[in-house]
């Protein structure tokens, strides 16, 4: 059954999401299943299974609708996996987060707290260069003393996602899912229009993913990612209704 609680009535969180660069990665399915809350299947595109590295900026952000002084707009980066969930409905389909980063302890600690997730705080910093042709845009962290990154060149112009493409699989999740127990986990939908891309011209990611993740993720230290994409971003926001469901619903 259901278990489901509702503090009020209202969004938890406004900001706008700027320059979403995705490195998507297929990856043995067998790495992600430790990582996998109950009730829920690894989604998959062609019969594959992605994790994808993840670095956009957060601007403007508001919780219930208040500015967050100082610490509202900031660079994450995070490593995530697609899942989907059965319900009367139909399926839903949602991402699990490895680990996010963002520069500020705060905002980590109350993303922890409210939702459950496993942020951390380190040094972060962004670069984004727009000319007539080319737009560059650079994410940075530091784990320890090193310094690492991922950058994309990209068209200036946009375009819509391709239907049935893998790009649209890798946008197209609504639905955040946390794993609280061994049996227990949850759920909160993140809304945000179809997001516009740009073709990637060119991209370097520098990243030592068994030293920012854990070993079980240490291959993709020498995996070519599948595909990168960047997408424009926009408004989005995130609900306060939460719903917690187990294995046996």
């Known amino acids: ?19 979403l660069i995705m490195a998507n990665y297929s990856i043995d399915p067998k790495i992600l299943l430790p990582f996998l809350p109950a009730g829920l299947e690894l989604d998959t595109y062609n019969g594959k299974t992605f994790v994808s590295l993840v670095g956009f900026l957060f601007r ?20 995530r996996f697609y899942v989907k969930r059965k319900t009367s409905e139909g399926y ?3 991402v699990v987060f490895i ?41 940075e962290w530091k784990v320890n003393e090193n310094w690492n990154s991922i950058l994309v060149k990209s068209k200036i112009e946009s375009r819509q996602m391709q239907q049935g493409s893998l790009e649209e699989f890798i946008f197209e999740h609504y639905y955040g899912y946390t794993k609280l127990s061994d049996e227990e986990s949850q759920e909160y939908r993140v809304n945000h229009p179809r997001w516009m891309v740009h073709d990637v011209i060119e991209e370097t990611i520098q990243c030592d993913f068994s030293q920012m993740y854990g070993h079980s993720f240490g291959s993709l230290n020498h995996q070519m990612p599948d595909s ?10 995130v609900d306060w209704k939460r719903i917690k469901f187990n294995c046996n619903f």
């Open 1 to 19: 059954m259901y278990l489901c609680f509702t503090f009020m009535a209202t969004t938890f969180l406004k900001a706008r999401w700027e320059n």
């Open 60 to 79: 403007d952000s508001k919780i219930f609708n208040i500015p967050i002084p100082f610490m509202g707009t900031f660079e994450e980066v995070n490593l």
């Open 92 to 94: 839903r389909r949602g």
């Open 99 to 139: 680990s996010e980063t963002v520069p500020y302890k705060p905002v980590a600690w109350l993303a922890n707290k409210l939702y459950k997730e496993h942020y951390i705080a380190i040094p972060t910093k962004h670069h984004l260069d727009v000319n007539t042709d080319i737009k560059t845009v650079k994410y």
């Open 228 to 237: 990168v994409i960047i997408a424009e971003g926009s408004e989005i926001s």
